[in-house]
């Protein structure tokens, strides 16, 4: 087992798949019996609140941060082995809260989970960089996109101003068919390529059904890269899903036509082999831009 337990996910850009990647993780290594709780740290812009189903007085991080409640008061649990931590969506109570106060949630939660994973806000900010030093290290997410790319490079001066170190580097939404190195662009941007995940259409249907992709569609090839991935990053030996369940689902009309669509999307080609050219000299300028930015 890796000695890492606290993680920050984090990208330089909004709508990479960072807080499905944190929700997949903690899900995957909980169905593994590890205990883990998912805390988002986007103080402004709330995330989970598709996974966490909350009154309108309930206690979140917000109310923690102000100083007005405990992190047990804001802590729920998701299923069995995984809690999370929400924040508010008031921005009434944003304004109330201490960023600085995230650092004693920290430590309250990795004293009693085996790991933390901390969803980090997009963008530059205090209450984002805070948790990029507070972690034990920082997974990095972003879409082969230059835009997203560029982003990433600012994101790893960040966790290093911050004192944070760099676990390494997730791609999201990957397609076999393109010509772009995966491996390259993780050299290029000097930093450990941890996993890839492929486009999966399975990824947003879970995403409106408030369920975590590894048990939404188990089977499928981003699921399964989550699980390589939760394997990979912290050495725990991630279960296969049940098969019994995989059978029922198959014997399910809707399921099965969510199979079709996953499979269509990992094998769906690109016609303008010119167009993806460009995109392999895009991500290379992205890189090279960021670079030289002071």
Do not use: C, W
Request: glycine share 8%; aromatic share 4%; proline share 5%.
């Amino acid at each position: 087992m890796s000695n890492e337990t606290v993680y920050a996910i984090a990208s330089g850009k909004g709508g990479v798949g960072k807080t499905t990647t944190t929700v997949n993780l903690g899900t995957a290594l909980a169905e593994a019996g590890e205990r883990v709780a998912i805390v988002d740290t986007d103080l402004g812009m709330a995330n989970l609140a598709g996974f966490v189903s909350l009154a309108p007085d309930s206690t979140t991080l917000h109310d923690v941060l102000a100083g007005a409640a405990s992190t047990d008061d804001a802590t729920y649990r998701l299923t069995d082995n995984i809690v999370a931590v929400p924040s508010g969506t008031s921005l009434d109570d944003y304004a109330e809260t201490s960023p600085e106060g995230l650092r004693e949630v920290v430590d309250d939660l990795r004293s009693q989970f085996d790991y933390v994973f901390l969803d980090v806000g997009a963008g530059i900010s205090h209450e984002t960089v805070l948790p990029l030093g507070l972690a034990d290290a920082v997974v990095l997410v972003s879409t082969p996109e230059p835009a997203a790319v560029h982003d990433t490079k600012k994101t790893i001066e960040l966790t290093e101003r911050s004192g944070g170190d760099v676990a390494g580097l997730v791609l999201t939404r990957t397609r076999p068919e393109s010509d772009i190195s995966h491996d390259d662009l993780a050299d290029r941007l000097e930093t450990p390529l941890l996993g890839t995940i492929p486009e999966d259409a399975a990824a947003r249907e879970s995403v409106y059904a408030g369920t975590p992709l590894v048990v939404y569609d188990p089977d499928g090839p981003a699921a399964v890269a989550y699980r390589q991935l939760a394997a990979e990053l912290t050495g725990v030996e991630i279960p296969a899903p049940d098969t019994a369940d995989g059978e029922a689902a198959a014997d399910d009309p809707s399921a099965t036509q969510t199979q079709a669509v996953v499979a269509s999307s990992g094998t769906e080609s690109d016609d303008n082999d010119d167009e993806q050219e460009a995109a392999h000299d895009d991500v290379s300028s992205a890189i090279t831009e960021a670079e030289s930015d002071p």
